[in-house]
Every structure is written in C-alpha cells, then in structure tokens.
T-cell receptor, first 115, second 114 residues
Framework: AQSVTQPDIHITVSEGASLELRCNYSYGATPYLFWYVQSPGQGLQLLLKYFSGDTLVQGIKGFEAEFKRSQSSFNLRKPSVHWSDAAEYFCAVGSYTSGTYKYIFGTGTRLKVLA | DSGVTQTPKHLITATGQRVTLRCSPRSGDLSVYWYQQSLDQGLQFLIQYYNGEERAKGNILERFSAQQFPDLHSELNLSSLELGDSALYFC?????????????FGAGTRLSVL
C-alpha cells in the first residue's frame, strides 16, 4: 500500500541555520510528490511539487526538495531558516489507485525556530 | 490566499447535534476534497466530489455526508456529533481528477464538540 513517512515529528533549528526535513514514500510507480506548509491557524499552502524531470525542484519561500528514487525520498531543504518558517510541514504523494487519484499525507513535521 | 473559501471558521456545538460545513472552490475548479485533521489521526482524506458527482471515498464515517451543488460549492454534513469529531476540517479543490492535479486548501473550519 502507498504510504508516506515523515520520521521527525519535531525539529528545532536556530534562525539562519540550514534545514532538512525528511520524507520517505512507498509507491510502486513514479510518484507525484508535494510539500505543503501549515502555519498556525492557517490552511495548507503548497511549497513545491515534483512530477518528473529535474530531480531538484525549487519552491516558494526559498525552499527546495530533491527526489531520490533509489532512496524513495523527497527531502525538503532550506539553506537559511527564518523565524517565519516556524510551522508544520507535510509531505504528500499523489497516487492513482482503484481508479481514483488521491493524496496520501505524512504525519507532518513541526518546525520550531530559535531566535 | 488559495482562493478556496470555507465557512464558518469556528463551530462550537454539543454532542448529538448536526452541523454543516461549507466550501467554495477556486474559480474554475471542478473537484472538491474534504479532509479531517486531528491530533491523533493526522490529516485524513474523507471524500471527493467532481462536478457534482462523488468520486472517491476515504475514511468517512456513516454519520458524515457531503454533496457538491451545481454551482460547485460543497457542503459537509456531520450528524450525531461525538466528542471525537472535534477537529479541523479542510476543504481543497483542484481543476480535475487525474494524476498530477494540485490541490489547493482552504483555511479550514475548526469544530469543537462539547
């Protein structure tokens, strides 16, 4: 069955430090992969997506993610974190099964940024 | 702003009651999805409608139902509410239903069942 694993429930980094959030997926075919961010009291905002082609994708707010098929991973990175990046981050895989296309979300990683 | 509008933002009600959550999709989007986000279950897909027709079902309880109207707005009806139904309910919309469709999320409705 398709699944998405975000192994880190909480991550704390200092402002200005680099960030990597991990995401592993289980899916038989080439996946459609997404990262969303949820700020407190807000809905989910799409940061970036991977469909095909270049395995390093750029997103909004200075984020990027790299698709590694051999590791079934789609880790999110940012070279220098800002205090406003404190939020919860969700990785998702779009999977086409039983005739319908659905998103499967990971459990999320909550990012805390220290001043 | 994603363009997806959910009302109300907050709902407080009692056990056994019935509530209706409303969602207006982005202009031009035909698909609407409903999700439930709770602390213990994470983000769970409930149901999807496409152009008025039910398209996919997820972990939706029998006490819950949804519909999509001709103007493409959608409503999620929750009845015989239990304490455990307290959660954040999100609506998302996309243009279609095929692979690669991007879902855009509303700000959610926070339901508190007392």
């Amino acid at each position: 069955a398709q699944s998405v694993t975000q192994p880190d429930i909480h991550i704390t980094v200092s402002e200005g430090a680099s960030l990597e959030l991990r995401c592993n997926y289980s899916y038989g075919a080439t996946p459609y992969l997404f990262w969303y961010v949820q700020s407190p009291g807000q809905g989910l905002q799409l940061l970036l997506k991977y469909f095909s082609g270049d395995t390093l994708v750029q997103g909004i707010k200075g984020f990027e993610a790299e698709f590694k098929r051999s590791q079934s991973s789609f880790n999110l990175r940012k070279p220098s974190v800002h205090w406003s990046d404190a939020a919860e981050y969700f990785c998702a895989v779009g999977s086409y099964t039983s005739g319908t296309y659905k998103y499967i979300f990971g459990t999320g990683t909550r990012l805390k940024v220290l001043a | 702003d994603s363009g997806v509008t959910q009302t109300p933002k907050h709902l407080i009600t009692a056990t056994g009651q019935r509530v209706t959550l409303r969602c207006s999709p982005r202009s031009g989007d035909l698909s609407v999805y409903w999700y439930q986000q709770s602390l213990d279950q994470g983000l769970q897909f409930l149901i999807q409608y496409y152009n008025g027709e039910e398209r996919a079902k997820g972990n939706i309880l029998e006490r819950f139902s949804a519909q999509q109207f001709p103007d493409l707005h959608s409503e999620l009806n929750l009845s015989s509410l239990e304490l455990g139904d307290s959660a954040l309910y999100f609506c998302a919309s996309s243009t279609g239903t095929g692979e690669g469709n991007i879902q855009y999320f509303g700000a959610g409705t926070r339901l508190s069942v007392l």
